[in-house]
C-alpha cells in the first residue's frame, strides 16, 4: 500500500463545477503539499499546510492530522486548472526519499 | 531571484551512450532532490542531497545512475549506458526548510 493515496485519479469536470480531490497518508508528517503540474510538465507549488485550512484565490485546501486526510478544493472551475495535482507530505523524523512522498497525481479536465 | 534551473532542457541520444544533467538549485537551499517521471506516470524518487552528502541514494534504479553535489550547490545526474527505458523527464527540486522548489525537468529521450 502507498503511503499517500489519491483519489480520484482521473477527474473530468464542466465549467463552472466545484472540485474536490482527495489525499490520504498512512506516516506521520510534519507538513502536507499540494502541486500543480501542468501539461509540459512545469511543476508549481499550490499550498504547503500543517493544520487547519488555507486559501488562494479559487483553491481551498484542508487538512485533518487525526485522520492523516487533506482535500483541494477548486470553486468555479475553469479549464485553465485543467492539471495534475499531487499531494507530497513530508515525513517525521527521517525516512526515505529525504522525507517527501508523492501521491501518484489526480489528472483534472475541465471542459469549456 | 532565480529559481531552479536545469539543463538541458532536451537531451536525444542513443542507447549505449552516457548523459550528464545539471541542476543549479535556489543559492542557499541545502536540500536537493532529484526525481524522475516517466510518460503518464508519477513522480519517481531517486536521490536526495543535504548539503553535498547523500544520505537517501535508494531511488536509484541501477549502478548506471549516479549523482553528485559540489560546493552544496550544483548537482549533476550521470546516466551511463543509456537505456530506452531511462526515457523520461528528470525533475530536480530544491528546498530550504519545507517548501520545495521545482525546476522545469530535462526531457531525455534514449533512441
Given at each position: 500500500k502507498n503511503e499517500v493515496e489519491q483519489s480520484p485519479q482521473n477527474l473530468t469536470a464542466q465549467e463552472g463545477e466545484f472540485i474536490t480531490i482527495n489525499c490520504s497518508y498512512s506516516v506521520g508528517i510534519s507538513a502536507l503539499h499540494w502541486l500543480q503540474q501542468h501539461p509540459g510538465g512545469g511543476i508549481v507549488s499550490l499550498f504547503m499546510l500543517s493544520s487547519g485550512k488555507k486559501k488562494h484565490g479559487r483553491l481551498i485546501a484542508t487538512i485533518n492530522i487525526q485522520e492523516k486526510h487533506s482535500s483541494l478544493h477548486i470553486t468555479a472551475s475553469h479549464p485553465r486548472d485543467s492539471a495534475v495535482y499531487i499531494c507530497a507530505v513530508r515525513s517525521l523524523g527521517g525516512g526515505s526519499q529525504g522525507n517527501l512522498i508523492f501521491g501518484k497525481g489526480t489528472k483534472l479536465s475541465v471542459k469549456p | 531571484g532565480a529559481g531552479v534551473s536545469q539543463s538541458p532542457s532536451n537531451k536525444v541520444t542513443e542507447k549505449g551512450k552516457d548523459v550528464e544533467l545539471r541542476c543549479d538549485p535556489i543559492?542557499?537551499?541545502?536540500a536537493l532532490y532529484w526525481y524522475r517521471q516517466s510518460l503518464g506516470q508519477g513522480l519517481e524518487f531517486l536521490i536526495y542531497f543535504q548539503g553535498n552528502s547523500?544520505?537517501?541514494?535508494?531511488?536509484?534504479?541501477?549502478?548506471r545512475f549516479s549523482a553528485e553535489r559540489t560546493g552544496g550547490s550544483v548537482s549533476t545526474l550521470t546516466i551511463q549506458?543509456?537505456?530506452?527505458?531511462?526515457s523520461a523527464v528528470y525533475l530536480c527540486a530544491s528546498s530550504l526548510a519545507l517548501e520545495p522548489f521545482f525546476g522545469p525537468g530535462t526531457r531525455l529521450t534514449v533512441l
Open positions: - | 543559492s542557499g537551499h541545502t547523500a544520505p537517501d541514494k535508494s531511488g536509484l534504479p541501477s549502478d549506458r543509456t537505456q530506452q527505458e531511462d
